[in-house]
């Protein structure tokens, strides 16, 4: 037992430690230490200013090191998928869990790192680990969650995430209502947006953003995902209902939690 002990104690001690010396956010090699400015326009910086005002504002968000939600998948009013998200801002890490029929899959990995685990939680407590093509096919899929999932939800703050590239795509219109565009891209060495382009609609009324389409700049295939359902959590606001554009499938997101990074969502299984 105390061998265990010892082991599990390192382990927490490994995983945690990419945090323990730093005092601020884990971000890609290479990060600038802060948002730029002087590399946006007047005018999109304007935007900006508002957007991130509506929302609650850059001081509080600096305080979220990590926020936890659970999601549910609906398509033509049936729910397709349930599961569970968390995004450890402070190390960098991205957390998924999706509900099965005999279980759970889990999938946990460093954003910017090499460390990176699966499992299935079966209904009964007991976790099999998943390992080789399938760990990293799950893995694969996680990342792309990262960017079509969890970038959308958050954008509004990520205008100003350090190396943004932040540019005004001037008015655009629906009828006759008109729209702020701003088109967002990140540093070359952010490997979690590389190649990516995200066009954020912004409501000229409330200042939030009321759509969020993503392009990928090599091949131009592009997804749009309309943003609704404004939720407070913690004096910060976020949508809580994302709608593809496309296929019509809605993301729904509820019991969204501000709190400090859970180590153990993002261990190995002992088995």
């Known amino acids: 037992m105390r061998v265990l002990s010892i082991c599990l104690l390192a382990l927490v001690s490994l995983l945690g430690a990419c945090g323990s010396s730093r005092t601020t956010f ?9 948002f730029d400015r002087s590399k946006s326009s007047p005018e999109a910086l304007a935007i900006v200013d508002k957007v991130l005002e509506a929302a609650g504002g850059v001081a509080t968000w600096e305080k979220v090191k990590q926020i936890r939600w659970t999601q ?5 009013g049936n729910t397709t998928a349930r599961g569970e998200q968390a995004w450890d801002r402070w190390n960098a890490r991205h957390w998924g869990k999706k509900d099965g029929d005999e279980g759970a899959t889990v999938v946990a ?5 090499t ?22 096919r799950a893995v694969g899929y996680a990342k792309t969650a990262f960017q079509l999932d969890v970038t959308p939800m958050f954008i509004h703050f990520l205008l100003v995430e350090p190396g ?8 655009v219109r629906d009828g006759e209502t008109e729209y702020d565009q701003l088109d967002v891209s990140f540093g070359d060495g952010d490997t979690a947006h590389h190649d990516l382009v995200y066009r954020v609609i912004i409501d000229k009324t ?10 990928k700049r090599s091949t131009m295939e592009r997804v749009g995902y309309e943003l609704s359902d404004w939720t407070d959590v913690g004096g910060l606001k976020f949508p809580a209902t994302r709608k593809n554009l496309g296929s019509q499938e809605v993301s729904k997101a509820s019991d969204i939690k501000i709190g400090s990074p859970q180590d153990e969502l993002f261990m190995t299984p002992l088995l």
């Open 206 to 215: 409330t200042h939030l953003v009321k759509r969020v389409d993503i392009e």
């Open 109 to 113: 990995y460093e954003i910017y790192g």
């Open 26 to 34: 884990a971000r890609y090699p290479g990060s600038p230490p802060a």
């Open 164 to 171: 943004a590239n932040v540019a005004s795509g001037g008015i």
């Open 72 to 76: 549910a998948k609906i398509e033509n």
């Open 115 to 136: 460390y990176a685990t699966s499992y299935v939680e079966k209904a009964n407590g007991k976790k099999q680990i998943i390992d080789g093509p399938d760990k990293g």
